[in-house]
């Protein structure tokens, strides 16, 4: 959550009285003076303090899904079932929502959450946030489509895709399995860059989004909040700057 929006939420005083008590050094966080007003603040994280008094603030949702096949990554849909749907009533808040999009048929790690920022933090293409996929396809892989990967894929059309990491896991003329990681997101990037080596994707899953790791324990559907070890992994993406700097 933004500084100033918990400064302005906690009725500290109005947009131009909390950017006063910036410019004036009373904002600390975590016993530093802060001015960077657009700081992405987690109480999990970080001890607030205004002209010396601690506020005391409610976080944001975070949640791990193994979206399933089937789900369409959206918050609503006239058709289909969302991932959304699959929050329970109790903890469905009206501004959770996915970060970045999976396929209808493709499973796999999704962070859904009500943090608007942190969302877009991950998911801008300056960050370079890495995703890995599993990756079952309908051919052989062979090394010199690890090295056409590595060089960049360019689709039909001349979309030119930046340089991807392709780990062969098994291969057979029949069915093959790998990694790949990728640090875009562009519309059904991983099925297009194998469909540009001669290859059909048969089966898709993302199993981790930066430092963020899919867990074993989850199935298709379930989804959990994040733990402590979690949110401090993506501690990183909180500490942005002002979009005014
Ligand atoms: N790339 C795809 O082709 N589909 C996904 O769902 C995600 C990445």
Redo the contacts with the bound molecule.
């Keep these: 959550m933004r500084l100033d929006k918990v400064l302005e939420q906690q009725q500290i005083g109005s947009r131009k009285a909390v950017r006063r008590l910036f410019q004036r050094g009373l904002v600390c966080v975590n016993g530093q003076t802060v001015r960077n007003e657009g700081l992405n603040v987690e109480p999990a994280f970080h001890q607030i303090e205004v002209a010396g008094k601690e506020l005391i603030f409610a976080g944001h949702t975070y949640f791990m899904m193994n979206k399933p096949q089937g789900a369409v990554t959206a918050v609503s849909d006239s058709e289909h079932m969302t991932v959304i749907d699959l929050i329970e009533d109790g903890e469905r808040t009206p501004k959770l929502y996915p970060v970045g999009?999976?396929?209808r048929d493709?499973e796999g790690l999704l962070l859904i959450t009500d943090n608007g920022q942190l969302g877009y933090e991950l998911m801008h293409p300056s960050k370079k946030v890495t995703k890995r996929?599993e990756v079952v396809v309908n051919e052989a892989l062979h090394s010199q489509d690890c090295r056409r990967f590595s060089e960049g894929i360019t689709f039909i059309g001349g979309t030119r895709c930046q340089p991807a990491k392709l780990t062969i896991l098994s291969s057979s003329p029949k069915e093959s399995r790998a990694y790949l990681d990728i640090t875009e997101g562009k519309f059904?990037?991983?099925?297009?860059m194998f469909l540009s080596v001669g290859k059909k994707?048969i089966f898709?899953k993302?199993i981790s989004m930066g430092p963020l790791q899919l867990t074993p324990e989850l199935l298709p559907g379930e989804y959990r909040r994040l733990n402590r070890d979690e949110l401090e992994l993506l501690l990183p993406y909180f500490e942005t700057k002002n979009r005014n700097e």
């Design positions: 999009r999976l396929d493709t996929y059904h990037q991983v099925k297009k994707v898709l993302r």
